[in-house]
């Protein structure tokens, strides 16, 4: 059986390493050169019982030694899903050649082994990585082990987009969430979430029902699911399994299996009766798990401080003005943007108020009279500013890159009576083309980034696929692709030559009547055909 000790001076090459056969010593990697060993312990901690370490500061590397190959598979497994960041560093690991570890006397060493017996002290035996409070492991219920690990989730007042990410960078505080079902019932956004056990989605439901995500809306409704385990087929923007990044994306808008659904409206509520408490999370203070993107270290206050990534969904954008984080651009309030670089010869104000319609409602939209490649847009408001500002800022309208920054102005003016502008100032103010009227409406959970792929709705059964191809091509792009859903014929996805194009095209074809009273809705797939 090879071991590893002090003197390991392996060489390792390139930064993506597969993981390779498992063994219950974990290789960390890319640590910041302040690290400490509670920090690493930290690392798996949520994954069961940390056995033995060895830190190779020189190196900026360290070995785990888990508690058995299962757990340590688990904590491979998720992080190769969700990279960790400690302080702004990306950390990597995989599997060890060794199968165990061997330590020796050196001081290295002992404070190694001294921090691993606090740690476990503290955590007795590592009960999902989180110390139990007294008053807790006393408190009725049934035993606090015998609650379902599966909580069901209800938005209340869902005034802004709440996605799969945001749920998970606010679940993952109190434990590392393992599966996320989301989906939409009797017209409230709801999730499940699964915790590694019921100890963990206790302290989860304690601490986060009845608190607002955003200020003043979203409010989570927590109870216990029925379901004790969440099957999950795909990893997409509805549904995620943490444990198999190997899942299939399969088709994003289309809906979730019914028995899930099914299981999950008849979870009564569950509610147990306790005040709130603090415990040891099973991540140190100073790191958060990210998607990518911000690492925040841990604050009080259950939402409050909530470090949200800026993944790939920027309607985490909307939670991050909300912190006060930096780095999104925009400041908070700011619901008036200003759109530079556009093509003085094309642009109009109704292309701007059809594009950034897909991230918010347009009230005004001025293009300048003396610099007409500018113009600014006023959005509902500043989440809505900040979402538009994320995904559109860089992208390319009639061959040019926009730039979309906040601007210092609070409103735009409308020109005075008699002063005519040539038609380059609009309100919009009362335009039935308004995606986010109605609150919770389901345009929320479906806001993507740009992208060559356009979801097509409201299509009339008259119309074949020959129709809708033709009308696209008549612009003069290209048509890549297309396919009808298979459920639901009222909808389809049409793949066009480029980014470019498929904006174009939105712009061109949203709300074209296609006869029978249809106007055709176009907004951005995160499939591909």
């Known amino acids: 059986m090879s071991s590893a000790n002090g003197n390991d001076s392996k060489k390792f090459k390139g930064d993506v390493r597969s993981p390779g056969v498992p063994s219950r010593v974990v290789h960390v990697r890319k640590l910041p050169n302040d690290i400490n060993e509670a920090e690493v312990i ?24 888990m508690t058995s190959e299962e757990c ?104 590392t969430v393992l599966k996320i079902i989301t989906f939409t019932k009797n017209n409230q956004f709801q999730a499940l979430i699964q915790y590694a056990d019921g100890m963990t989605a206790q302290h989860a439901k304690l601490s986060l029902d009845g608190q607002n995500i955003y200020n003043a809306c979203c409010t989570l409704r927590i109870s216990f699911s029925k379901l004790t385990s969440l099957n999950v087929k795909y990893n997409n923007d509805k549904s995620r399994d943490y444990t198999r990044p190997d899942l299939p994306t399969a088709d994003s808008q289309a809906s979730l299996d019914h028995q899930t659904m099914a299981a999950a409206a008849f ?41 949200v990534s800026h993944g790939g969904m920027a309607a985490a954008a909307a939670a991050a003005s909300r912190l006060g984080l930096t780095g999104f651009g925009a400041v908070a309030g700011h619901h008036v943007l200003l759109v530079s670089n556009l093509n003085p010869e094309s642009v109009t104000p109704h292309c701007l108020f059809i594009l950034f319609g897909v991230y918010g409602d347009v009230m005004r939209v001025k293009i300048l009279f003396n610099k007409k490649e500018n113009a600014l847009i006023q959005m509902s408001d500043s989440t809505q500013a ?58 929320y959970s479906n806001i993507f980034p740009p992208s060559a792929t356009l979801h097509l709705s409201n299509i009339p059964p008259s119309v074949v696929e020959d129709d809708l191809r033709r009308l696209f091509a008549s612009s003069g792009a290209t048509v890549k692709a297309f396919k009808f859903f298979q459920k639901d014929r009222k909808m389809a996805l049409i793949q066009m030559g480029s980014v470019e194009e498929a904006i174009e095209s939105l712009i061109e074809f949203h709300n074209h009547d296609l006869g029978e009273n249809h106007h055709l809705r176009v907004s951005f797939s995160k499939s591909t055909i």
Do not use: C, W
Request: charged share 15%; hydrophobic share 35%.
């Open 42 to 65: 930290g690392l798996g901690l949520p994954f069961g019982k940390v056995t033995n370490l060895l830190m190779l500061k020189g190196k900026n590397q360290a070995f785990l030694e």
């Open 267 to 307: 979870a009564a509520p569950g509610l147990i009766s306790a005040s709130p408490y603090g415990a040891a999370h099973g991540f140190p203070q100073a790191f958060a798990i990210q998607q990518s993107g911000l690492s925040m270290p841990g604050m009080p206050g259950a939402l409050a401080s909530l470090g």
């Open 72 to 175: 340590a598979q688990t904590m491979v497994s998720y992080y190769s899903s969700v990279t960790p960041v400690i302080r702004n560093h990306p950390i990597y690991m995989q599997y060890s050649t060794h199968k165990e570890l061997k330590t020796d006397n050196s001081p290295n060493q002992v404070r190694a082994q001294a921090a691993l017996q606090a740690v476990n002290a503290l955590h007795g035996g590592g009960m999902g990585g989180m110390a139990i409070p007294a008053d807790v492991a006393s408190m009725g219920g049934g035993g606090l082990g015998s609650q379902s690990p599966v909580l069901r989730v209800i938005v209340e007042n869902l005034f802004y987009p709440v996605t799969l990410d945001v749920l998970h960078q606010i679940f993952s505080k109190f434990g």
């Open 386 to 443: 900040q979402l538009a500002m994320s995904h559109l800022n860089g992208q390319r309208l009639h061959g040019r890159a926009m730039r979309v920054t906040s601007s210092k102005h609070t409103t735009v003016q409308l020109p005075r009576e008699g002063h005519e502008d040539q038609g380059l100032t609009k309100d919009y103010g009362n335009s039935p083309l308004h995606r986010f009227k109605k609150p919770g409406s389901k345009n």
